[in-house]
């Protein structure tokens, strides 16, 4: 009994002991402090993803593209308080915006054809100076200085490029048309004053957004302007018949050139012959002057020297002296 008495003492003193430490470990590991640990865990958490989500934020601005910080707290009064960002840009979506703007050349194509452009019929419309209304397919390429940006959000105050593109932008351009068509007629805009036009319509959109830092880099039409087919029609003949008569012009010019060549060749041999004629009538009277009777009496010596050097000791067959003519004739067998 005593021996069993002394296991069980034993055996008491060893629960009490691993009560006690399972006692003292749950008093580490509790539930209440397992779950508050689990929410302040869960706090942090939520607060950095506030800080990061709200608080706090990065934004990588790239190449070909500007960023600029407003404030959204309404605090900038113009846009020389608007900064310029590039890079890696660090804000707070709480109080300011970071806005991207490209500053690549944009092209945009306002067309009929659904092909080209958006899907939608874009083509141009506008009046020439006798009301006739034309219409065009339309090409535009544009680009935005970098350090204008600040510029451009204040004046139009849109933070995508393609609002920009296809509302106010579109609206100057077609304006534009109008106001510089009001003084061509239509054969002008649809024939040889075609270039003249669009170059004075590009300086007049050139002239509305020059001050928000926006170059035009080309604008022109796509294909030819189209009017009322019977305008087109009486265009083309006219066009073709100042062509058939500059061209009768040009061949009347070659045949008068051509003629007026013959005739100065003409003039040229006449006058060539009466200088000629000119020239030996005065060799002739010079000689004529020339002569006296020691120069005739100095010639017929030296022909008769001549002759007397040619002469081959033979005589003639006629003879003839003072008064008297000598034949010789053969003599008889």
Same mark, same amino acid.
């Given at each position: 009994m ?11 003193d ?38 990061? !989500?709200f608080?706090?934020?990065? =934004?990588?601005?790239?190449?070909? +593209? /500007?960023?600029?910080? $407003? &404030? ?17 840009v ?25 092909n080209?452009?958006?899907?939608a ?7 020439s ?5 034309i ?5 535009? !390429?544009?680009?935005?200085?970098? =350090?204008?940006?600040?510029?451009? +959000? /204040?004046?139009?105050? $849109? &933070?995508?490029l ?18 510089v ?16 036009f ?13 001050n928000?830092g ?14 009322? !087919? ?11 018949a ?8 040009n ?6 050139a ?17 200088m ?25 010596l ?23 003519l000598?034949?010789?004739l053969?003599?008889?067998?």
């Open positions: 005593t021996i069993f008495n002394s296991d069980d003492r034993n055996s008491n060893r629960d009490r002991t691993k009560a006690r430490v399972i006692d003292q470990f749950g008093g580490i590991v509790s539930p209440r402090k397992i779950i508050f640990w689990v929410l302040a865990t869960a706090g942090v958490l939520v607060g950095i993803w506030i800080v990061s !989500s608080l706090m934020d990065v =934004k990588r601005i790239e190449a070909g +593209y /500007v960023g600029i910080e $407003v &404030n959204l707290a309404g605090s900038q009064r113009g846009a020389s308080e608007i900064p310029v960002r590039t890079g890696w660090f804000y707070s979506p709480i109080t300011t915006q970071v806005i991207e703007f490209p500053t690549y050349v944009q092209t945009v194509k306002w067309t009929r054809d659904a080209e452009g958006h899907p019929n874009e083509e141009m419309g506008f009046n100076k006798e009301g006739m209304e219409f065009a397919d339309v090409s535009l !390429s544009y680009a935005i200085e970098p =350090k204008n940006v600040p510029d451009f +959000y /204040v004046k139009y105050r $849109v &933070n995508d393609d609002r920009f593109t296809h509302g106010i932008l579109r609206d100057i351009v077609r304006n534009s048309l109008n106001e068509a009001s003084t061509y007629t239509v054969e002008d805009i649809y024939g040889e004053k075609k270039a003249q669009l170059a004075q319509v590009e300086q007049q959109i050139q002239a509305k957004v020059t928000v926006v170059g035009v880099q080309q604008f022109g039409f796509i294909g030819a302007p189209r009017v009322p !087919s019977v305008i087109a029609q009486a265009i083309t003949a006219k066009a073709q100042i062509q058939e008569a500059e061209r009768a012009k061949e009347l010019a070659t045949t008068q051509e003629a007026a060549k013959k005739i100065a060749e003409a003039e040229g041999d006449a006058k060539s012959n009466v000629r004629a000119q020239g030996e009538a005065d060799a002739n009277r010079i000689r004529l002057n020339s002569l006296t009777p020691q120069l005739l009496e100095l010639r017929r030296e022909n008769q020297r001549a002759l007397i050097e040619r002469w081959n000791g033979q005589l003639p067959t006629v003879e003839s002296g003072q008064g008297s000598l034949l010789q053969p003599k008889g067998q």
